[in-house]
């Protein structure tokens, strides 16, 4: 498409070459380690990030506005996992105690205990697949890239926290 | 669950905020690149991902198993996305003229004009979203890393290539 007359700052050869390695590396990536979890944790790779990001958070509970912003999946994608993730009996969700309009996701002890199972598999496949191939200085350059796109990203309209879990 | 005593080679915290900062920043510019693509040119990014391979390729046409290879999707996914691309008239299937087993996917006219018409706005959203958001010097060691890591994936088991067309 490159040779059209217009106001396009179309990419060059060599950004053309690094944007196809970086898209086809990251969906492969994401690919191989969801098969990973699949196969031996029975769970997809979307459903392992939310009982991460709940397991790290205050009372391994949060708002379903404030997980649905972490990784900009949209609210009906997110409302579906979770409700699959509630029929496991890994995530219960409870009322927002300081705001009626919000909903909080809370992670179980069963929640816990599944993310605790699949942890040692994933984790292993992470460092074979990304860091084992990357000397320590692409590691952090890596690390410095993606917080600059990162910074650069739309943020997502997110609701205010529900405060009395902001401890 | 860093302080489990197992075998598990964990990562260390400098490793898992690479990794988190990694995840969240790949899947957030997929999702804001679909998010533009489904807005201005009415076509989710996996679509536009096909037609740009197609476009690429000898005679604009590919093996159906060749391209479910070059992103690491399923058969099935793939199969389902270009079915939709042929109702819309982008896409057309047909035989594989030296192996009956083959079935090719080739773009048409008015995929190609698709595609002219979707890249300017997704190639200024890549730049904005990306290579703006870079130095150079980070956009040459990201092209190292992606390929580093690509080399060190599984590769998909792919049916021979349909001969006459490796021109």
New interface residues.
């Given amino acids: ?1 490159g040779d ?1 007359t ?1 106001d ?4 060059d050869d ?2 053309q ?3 196809r ?12 380690l969801d098969r990973q979890l699949q196969r031996d944790s029975d769970m997809p790779y979307t459903y392992y ?1 939310i009982l991460v990001v709940l397991s790290h958070a205050p009372d391994r509970s949060m708002r379903m506005s404030e997980l649905a912003g ?4 949209s609210r009906s994608r997110l409302s579906h996992a979770v409700a699959r993730l509630e029929q496991a009996g890994w995530v219960r969700r409870q009322e927002c105690p300081t705001d009626k309009r919000g909903s909080l996701a809370v992670l179980t002890d069963d929640g816990f205990a599944a ?2 199972a699949a ?2 598999g994933h ?2 496949a ?9 000397t320590p200085e ?17 943020p997502d309209k997110q609701l205010p926290g529900c405060r009395n879990l902001d401890h």
């Fill in positions: 498409m059209m217009d396009t700052r179309w990419l060599g950004e070459e690094v944007w390695a970086f898209i086809t590396m990251s969906g492969a990536l994401n690919d191989q990030e972490l990784r900009g999946s993310l605790a942890a040692p984790v292993t992470v460092r074979e697949k990304l860091f084992d191939r990357l692409q590691v952090k350059v890596l690390g410095e890239i993606s917080k600059a796109v990162l910074e650069g990203l739309d």
